[in-house]
């Protein structure tokens, strides 16, 4: 009769192993990012400080429309601004990722897809909840243009 062997145990160090590397990956992806937003950021104040929108100054002069200027430079600001969200929640991912918390829903708990990391990775919420507080977003503001 032939003998009965144990299963041996999966080795938790394995799957320690790749857990580590899938964060290492993790990490590098969301520095990458952050990396990419600043080189961006950089690049959008040091046209704003060369006057290389001095052209649209110039035209707008010519047209005497003012209103160039103010657009040119709302789209500049937001630009930045953009820039600086991504950055603090590229920044909070990599302290979630360091504490072991990367991946969770905000509102759920449940895990974010990996899909969905991928596309967004400082996520903090899963496709449900985020499609949930969509449609409260666009319930509220049709309540304040009706109200207001």
């Known amino acids: 009769m032939p003998r009965k062997t144990k299963p041996t145990p999966k080795k938790k160090l394995t799957s320690k192993k790749a857990e580590e590397g899938k964060r290492a990956i993790l990490r590098r992806v969301l520095i990458n990012h ?7 950021a950089k ?3 040091s046209k704003y400080i060369k006057g290389e929108t001095k052209h649209l100054v110039e035209t707008a002069l010519d047209d ?7 657009l040119s430079e709302d789209i ?5 601004s953009t820039h600086r969200e991504n950055l603090l929640k590229i920044d ?3 302290r ?7 991946g969770k829903c905000e509102d ?3 895990e974010i897809s990996e899909k969905r990391l991928k596309v967004i990775p400082f996520a903090i919420y899963c496709i449900d909840c985020k499609e949930k507080r969509e449609q409260l977003e666009v319930i509220e503001r049709k ?3 009706v109200l207001g």
């Open 64 to 70: 005497g429309d003012w209103s160039v200027i103010d």
């Open 76 to 80: 500049s600001l937001k630009q930045l």
């Open 143 to 145: 309540e304040v243009l």
């Open 96 to 102: 979630k990722l360091k504490e072991g918390t990367y």
């Open 34 to 40: 952050r990396e990419e937003i600043l080189k961006e």
């Open 108 to 110: 759920c708990g449940e």
């Open 92 to 94: 909070e991912a990599l």
């Open 43 to 45: 690049t959008e104040i």
